[in-house]
T-cell receptor
């Protein structure tokens, strides 16, 4: 059963702590993405990776870090430098099939920092 | 230039009615426009998509209308059902190589039984 898994579904942390969100895909997609979703706003791109061992900053990368050591894994670390980390985080992967671009999303992780 | 505007913010429709959500963009380099459907607590899922070389695309009860000259596109949901109640996002492909999209802010649709 192919897809994207994110864990955990809910995550609670104290302010000042780093936290790592997991994202795994078994779709054999080269590209992976992290988005942040806040109420009333669209998805905002944090980081993306087109290939293993390479990644680029998105629109709101400050306070976040990523790694792409394996094709199927793209973990996101929310650092203490992120001044408003409470949000719903979505991981996605994508394929380009005959000019049809589709991003497949995971179920998301809701992070609450207090 | 990299923005997609979406309206309305929320929409309430009676069962069997037509739901219409509108989006507008400014960058004429955008050339692929998907719509995503998101249920509460879930990730978005691709619903339907269109390229600007066609003016309309229909899949079941869902239709995208595209007006290239006006730089606008819309989603029409015919015979709306309570199960269609979700948040809908329009998007535009801004980078073919990176396959990066810009998303609208979303429309929360409620279909009343």
């Amino acid at each position: 059963d192919g897809g994207i898994t994110q864990s955990p579904k809910y995550l609670f942390r104290k302010e000042g702590q780093n936290v790592t969100l997991s994202c795994e895909q078994n779709l054999n997609h080269d590209a992976m993405y992290w988005y942040r979703q806040d109420p009333g706003q669209g998805l905002r791109l944090i980081y993306y990776s087109q290939i293993v061992n390479d990644f680029q900053k998105g629109d709101i990368a400050e306070g976040y870090s990523v790694s792409r050591e394996k094709k199927e894994s793209f973990p996101l670390t929310v650092t203490s430098a992120q001044n408003n980390p409470t949000a719903f985080y979505l991981c996605a992967s994508s394929t380009n099939s005959g000019g049809a671009y589709e991003q497949y999303f995971g179920p998301g992780t809701r992070l609450t920092v207090t | 230039q990299q923005q997609v505007k979406q309206s309305p913010q929320s929409l309430i429709v009676q069962k069997g009615g037509i739901s219409i959500i509108n989006c507008a963009y400014e960058n004429t380099a955008f050339d692929y426009f998907p719509w995503y459907q998101q249920f509460p607590g879930k990730g978005p899922a691709l619903l339907i998509a269109i390229r600007p070389d066609v003016s309309e695309k229909k899949e079941g009860r869902f239709t995208i209308s595209f007006n290239k000259s006006a730089k606008q596109f819309s989603l029409h949901i015919m015979d709306s059902q309570p199960g269609d109640s979700a948040t809908y996002f329009c998007a535009a492909l801004i980078d073919n190589y990176g396959q990066n999209f810009v998303f609208g802010p979303g429309t929360r649709l409620s279909v009343l039984p």
